[in-house]
């Protein structure tokens, strides 16, 4: 998408919505917003109909801000809470059958890259636990193997949120939970690790603490992998709900949860690495250059 | 990795070389890659011959995953892609995996295929019936074989009855022919702004895969035009829109009234897209059925490889001085419901032979004409058994 896409034809604009006028006016695309700026911009998105109070909204309104290219960006998604407020986002949204979302994404990242030659054009997946790490297990596993050039961002809120509460396999041992009314009997999967395995170029685990962390993540893992390979992000996004968290304390538990078992953590793989490095270089380069013009 | 390995391996890369294989190519207008182009002759297998059609076909990218009796097919399709004729192939993870792949690409835009049998295609049906609905123009072959359970790998085309109310196109291929044919016309049919829907190809496996038989063709060096993605019926998913907050895909997320009449309204369209995809059918298919001795009293009515049974009865009843005609029904979804009725109009008695226990096709059949009395639902085989002429025959002289 250009500008020229965006940009109604002469005459035109004052009949579009005011809300249409913001986003070209003064909106997301085409260039690079910072948390920061939140509240001084048009957000791509503004409303959801999910739980007040639910992290993983917070969570979601912050990639929306970090992605490096939005108007070159589709997401995928599949059924589960975080997909409601994905979907009113203004950014094309693949919604399809529960857990096909990576091998989704792997027939239209190929399919993006063999139409766009010049253009890149990013893909992300963005799901629940339940989505990627159970029903999608397989899926998700394989396009981290055959190293496919997308992001997937798992929305952790160790519950199937949108089924009303059930254990999923990225629920802690010992859960009581709907499905599991004696308690989870097996630890929570080590994704994480799975994903190191699986030769993924870049893996982040990351709370819901520290918004301005959660952008530099998420731009990190999709420059990552438009050029180098695969990365994942695991984002415990916690389901106030279903863990009876009463709202006002749903970003204190998010603390106390990174504090305790859910740490900022990073992966690099030596490639993935060194492409970083030399891309920090290159913008620190760039900044210097830009500030003796001034 | 040895020398000749190594060797052999590089032979097989993408030639350099631009004047030779795909390179070559020239697109051409469907109607004359079709119907017009000159053809010669060729002794060939099914496989092969879908392969030529998807040498033809200016095919994007091709999805694989093996299962017998499908996997010669996209064996040789890799090889097109090694050739240059392709430009990306992979053999996915398995086939939920393939389907939700195929849906991605179709997604982007681009010209899409993959191919199945028995198993596989229960496997990936979840997507594959999910593909309509999303207006996702894409090609699945399928070479039909038993479904589980208990495992067999022989022909029986029970499964093509999982997919009449899909709401994607279904074609059933008679021999290695049509397995040339229909893919290409299937490839167009679909992409059609007023149709935008996926197309599958089904034959009778082993029959039609493994033997040989005459396919005319032109030559190689032609080829369809791409696909048309931004003439469709709904936007891609490439981010080339002006940005919207609603999705392409799910529109349908509330409770309430606006939400049931939308999906409603979805349904509806899916069905008149088929409706729509008749005039594209009958201008390249030739017909949505053809019939061999109108008027004659008996009609077999048959599709796949069971035509060819019914094309050989009709022979020999004629021999005997028996007056039996043939009607070979090449598309299943949409249904030729106006065509049958009127080529069976006169007829006195009706013969069905299947290649299914279920059989799929009396059921249809009987729900599209009058006077079902006519009918005789058989004979039918199934689990791998071939249909001798005979059989046929004997169906029609028990009911004297
Ligand atoms: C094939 C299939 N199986 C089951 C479901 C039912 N289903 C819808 S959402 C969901 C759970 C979502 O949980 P998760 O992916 O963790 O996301 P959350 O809602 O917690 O954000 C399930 C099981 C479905 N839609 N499709
Ligand atoms: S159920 Fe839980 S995860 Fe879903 S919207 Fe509500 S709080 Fe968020």
Redesign the pocket.
């Known amino acids: 998408m250009s500008l020229k896409t965006i940009r109604p034809a002469t005459g035109f604009k004052e009949y579009l919505p005011k809300e249409y006028q913001d986003l070209i006016d003064d909106g997301p695309f085409l260039r690079q917003r910072k948390v920061s700026e939140l509240g001084s911009f048009k957000e791509a998105i503004e409303e959801h109909p999910m739980c007040a109070g639910c992290a993983?909204t917070l969570f979601i309104r912050l990639v929306f801000v970090a992605l490096p290219s939005l108007e070159h960006t589709v997401i995928c998604g599949?059924?589960?809470?975080?997909r409601l407020a994905i979907t009113q986002g203004a950014v094309p949204f693949v919604y399809g059958?529960?857990?096909d979302t990576n091998a989704v994404a792997t027939g239209l990242k190929r399919g993006l890259d063999i139409r766009f030659k010049d253009q890149p054009k990013d893909v992300v997946v963005m799901?629940?636990?339940?989505?990627?790490?159970?029903?999608g297990f397989h899926a998700v596993m394989h396009s981290w193997f055959r190293k496919e050039k997308f992001t997937t961002i798992m929305?952790?809120?160790e519950?199937?949120?949108?089924?009303g509460g059930?254990d999923?396999g990225?629920t802690q041992k010992g859960m009581v939970m709907k499905m599991a009314p004696t308690g989870k009997k097996f630890e929570k999967m080590d994704m994480l690790g799975l994903a190191k395995t699986a030769g993924v170029a870049y893996t982040a685990r990351i709370s819901t603490t520290n918004p301005t962390r959660i952008a530099n993540t998420i731009r990190k893992a999709v420059l990552i992998a438009r050029e180098v390979g695969p990365t994942f992000i695991q984002a415990y996004?916690s389901?106030n709900i279903?863990y009876a968290i009463p709202t006002p304390k749903v970003i204190d538990d998010a603390r106390d949860v990174e504090k305790d078992r859910y740490g900022f953590a990073e992966y690099f793989s030596d490639e993935a690495q060194s492409y970083w490095d030399e891309s920090e270089k290159e913008r620190k380069r760039l900044r210097k250059a830009a500030k003796k013009i001034k | 990795m040895s020398q000749d390995v190594k060797e052999k391996m590089e032979s097989k890369a993408k030639p350099e070389d631009a004047k030779t294989g795909a390179a070559a190519q020239r697109v051409v207008d469907p109607d004359y890659l079709i119907l017009e182009a000159p053809r010669k002759k060729e002794f060939i297998t099914g496989s092969e011959a879908a392969k030529e059609s998807v040498r033809r076909a200016n095919v994007d990218i091709a999805i694989a995953y093996p299962i017998t009796p499908q996997s010669e097919t996209m064996q040789q399709v890799g090889y097109l892609y090694a050739e240059g004729y392709i430009k990306d192939y992979y053999r996915g993870e398995e086939e939920i995996g393939v389907m939700s792949a195929v849906a991605g690409a179709s997604r982007a835009g681009v010209r899409v295929l993959t191919a199945t049998a028995g198993p596989g295609l229960m496997r990936g049906l979840?997507q594959i019936v999910s593909w309509p609905g999303g207006r996702l123009p894409s090609m699945l072959l399928v070479m039909c074989r038993v479904v589980n359970a208990p495992l067999a790998i022989q022909p029986d085309n029970i499964e093509i009855s999982y997919l009449l109310n899909s709401g994607g196109i279904v074609l059933h291929g008679e021999n290695q022919q049509d397995f040339y044919d229909y893919p290409l016309i299937g490839f167009m049919v679909g992409e059609k702004p007023e149709v935008t829907l996926p197309v599958a190809v089904a034959v009778d496996g082993f029959f039609v895969t493994h033997a040989r038989g005459w396919v005319s063709m032109p030559a190689e060096d032609i080829k369809l035009p791409p696909r048309d993605c931004y003439h469709e019926a709904v936007p891609m998913m490439d981010n080339e829109n002006p940005p919207i907050r609603i999705s392409r895909d799910s529109p349908i997320q509330k409770s309430n009234f606006i939400s049931y009449q939308m999906h409603a309204a979805w349904q509806q369209e899916i069905w008149a897209a088929q409706e729509r995809a008749k005039k594209w059918l009958n201008r390249w298919l030739g017909g949505l059925i053809e019939v061999v001795n109108p008027g004659a009293k008996t009609m077999i009515v048959a599709s796949g490889a069971a035509v060819s049974q019914g094309r050989e009865a009709v022979r020999q009843a004629t021999e005997k001085g028996l007056d039996v005609g043939l009607i070979k029904i090449k598309s299943i979804r949409p249904f030729p419901t106006e065509e049958l009725t009127e080529a069976l109009e006169h007829a006195e008695k009706i013969v069905i032979p299947e290649f299914n226990y279920v059989g799929w096709l009396a059921k249809e059949v009987k729900a599209a004409i009058d006077r079902t009395d006519r009918i005789i639902a058989g004979p039918r085989v199934f689990g791998g058994m071939t249909m001798p002429t005979e059989l046929i025959l004997e169906t029609i002289s028990a009911s004297e």
């Open positions: 993983m599949t059924a589960g809470c975080g059958n529960y857990g799901a629940g636990d339940g989505g990627l790490a159970d029903i929305l952790d809120n519950v199937y949120g949108n089924t059930q999923s990225m996004t389901c279903e | 979840e």
